[in-house]
């Protein structure tokens, strides 16, 4: 394998110093790991606006709630780290926990008000918290002039466009349209929680969004409608429960009662016990 | 005038880049105007350090409560700028506020825990909080190698040196002196406030802390031995009225029944009504 392994701050710091030195532009893409097509498909998009591309593999527990599956969340580092290799990313960044939040460790970026409480912000308090605080310090540490995200967690893209926005962080965001499966389920490092069959039932989720879709491109602008004709076709799964199914303004998340602009209309639903999420932008 | 004035960060941003491709270093001083003697120390010292100096003057809001002066904070750009210059620094940042915090704005840098939530962070809560936003904004808009502060504000040290560390932000935040009159008062930018015969009186906060100083350098490590002598000369001067007088641990404000290590003796002490503080740092 080619690809630089660096399990500490300083390796990283070093090496960016090191290629920014010789005038080479960095892209970044963090992942927790558990690799898909999803993600090699962001490694492609970095590699093609970047000199030098880093990754990070590091599930970050200051974004997980007490309840939720940080323990359980899959981890397959070498599998992970060959992905990369094949996909030409040049470094690897794996710390362990106690790297990024030693003893002591005491500061947190957060983004207040409609972009963090509601849709997932909603059901997982301190969640984005978490997300821009590691994101924050993957930034700093890679000095990186782009970073790559995947619009499946399209709130997580909206909160991180702004935080970086907002406290004049130099490097571009950018956002790689969702990776599906040829049948249209969204790709996920969760999707392996589900059975071959939970996967067949989980496509009830795209297909949802797709007949919104549809009624939009044919004139349907209410948002109530919008949202009953995704609820209507959720519940024809009996296996699927719904955690929400919302229509906000994109990129503020700010309430509409109809489709003007650009519009996230996003879901998370239950298949069995494993939540899943996915989510289109409507436009004109 | 030599000096650069910028109102933009776009304007800071362009300018710092062009240093940075001379590669020259920068050093930044953030201060909130009114300048007075202890803060051309440490522009300075910021010149002995870095290549370019940039100060900023700007009003924090967001550090000021809602019963705080941030209406009445003495103003006076003009003449601020004039000793900057004549200091030999390179540029000063004086934004509005509207430019800092843009409508929408909703990002926010907290340090968690004992280093905020004692001392000036007890009485000033979100205090700290602004102070650690407005902080990183400036570091990452000036892109300074080095930021220099006063000791001064002793727990407003600690707090960025800890938050920078926190975020693996690349400045090196440098700690300078205390600069003081012949006659001991600490210069702040809020000593405007009081009449000659109150500066006098002030003179009660520095003495109680030499006294304490003095005690302790002849064996007196008991924390509450030291606070009572800084407590008694305090009592001595009718126009007192002590917010506070504590003694921590150095630089990790943690709790201590003795002096072992650097302690952080600090105290904040109302005039008539203008609140004032001073510290002292006791070591082996």
């Given at each position: 394998?080619?690809?630089?392994?660096?399990?500490?701050?300083?390796?990283?710091?070093?090496?960016?110093?090191?290629?920014?030195?010789?005038?080479?532009?960095?892209?970044?893409?963090p992942?927790?790991?558990?690799?898909?097509?999803?993600?090699?498909?962001?490694?492609?998009?970095?590699?093609?606006?970047?000199?030098?591309?880093?990754?990070?593999?590091?599930?970050?527990?200051?974004?997980?709630?007490?309840?939720?599956?940080?323990?359980?969340?899959?981890?397959?580092?070498?599998?992970?780290?060959?992905?990369?290799?094949?996909?030409?990313?040049?470094?690897?960044?794996?710390?362990?926990?106690?790297?990024?939040?030693?003893?002591?460790?005491?500061?947190?970026v957060?983004v207040?008000?409609?972009l963090?409480?509601?849709?997932?912000?909603?059901?997982?308090?301190?969640?984005f918290?978490?997300v821009a605080t590691v994101v924050t310090?993957l930034l700093?540490?890679?000095?990186?002039?782009?970073a790559f995200f995947?619009?499946?967690d399209a709130q997580q893209v909206v909160v991180i466009s702004r935080f970086v926005r907002d406290l004049?962080m130099?490097a571009?965001i950018e956002i790689?349209?969702?990776?599906?499966?040829?049948?249209?389920?969204?790709?996920?490092?969760?999707?392996?929680?589900?059975?071959?069959?939970?996967?067949?039932?989980?496509?009830?989720?795209?297909?949802?969004?797709?007949?919104?879709?549809?009624?939009?491109?044919?004139?349907?602008?209410?948002?109530?409608?919008?949202?009953?004709?995704?609820?209507?076709?959720?519940?024809?799964?009996?296996?699927?429960?719904?955690?929400?199914?919302?229509?906000?303004?994109?990129p503020?998340?700010?309430?509409?009662?109809?489709?003007?602009?650009?519009?996230?209309?996003?879901?998370?639903?239950?298949?069995?016990?494993?939540?899943?999420?996915?989510?289109?932008?409507?436009?004109?």
């Amino acid at each position: 394998m080619n690809i630089k392994v660096f399990t500490t701050t300083k390796q990283v710091q070093d090496y960016a110093a090191h290629c920014k030195k010789n005038g080479q532009t960095i892209g970044l893409v963090p992942t927790m790991g558990a690799l898909h097509d999803g993600h090699l498909s962001l490694m492609k998009v970095a590699k093609e606006k970047s000199d030098i591309v880093i990754a990070s593999v590091f599930v970050n527990p200051v974004q997980f709630g007490p309840n939720e599956d940080y323990d359980a969340y899959p981890r397959q580092f070498e599998a992970d780290c060959q992905k990369l290799d094949q996909a030409g990313v040049d470094a690897v960044f794996h710390p362990a926990k106690e790297e990024m939040y030693p003893e002591g460790y005491t500061t947190y970026v957060t983004v207040d008000g409609s972009l963090t409480n509601r849709l997932c912000g909603a059901s997982r308090p301190g969640h984005f918290r978490g997300v821009a605080t590691v994101v924050t310090k993957l930034l700093n540490i890679t000095q990186a002039d782009r970073a790559f995200f995947g619009q499946k967690d399209a709130q997580q893209v909206v909160v991180i466009s702004r935080f970086v926005r907002d406290l004049n962080m130099t490097a571009q965001i950018e956002i790689v349209p969702i990776f599906r499966s040829a049948n249209g389920l969204a790709l996920s490092s969760r999707n392996v929680y589900l059975s071959a069959q939970e996967k067949n039932k989980a496509l009830v989720l795209s297909q949802s969004l797709q007949l919104a879709k549809e009624a939009y491109k044919k004139g349907e602008v209410k948002t109530s409608q919008l949202k009953n004709i995704v609820r209507a076709h959720l519940q024809t799964e009996a296996a699927a429960t719904v955690e929400y199914v919302e229509l906000y303004s994109f990129p503020d998340l700010n309430e509409i009662d109809e489709v003007r602009g650009k519009a996230l209309l996003a879901i998370a639903v239950k298949i069995g016990t494993v939540r899943l999420i996915d989510n289109i932008i409507l436009e004109a």
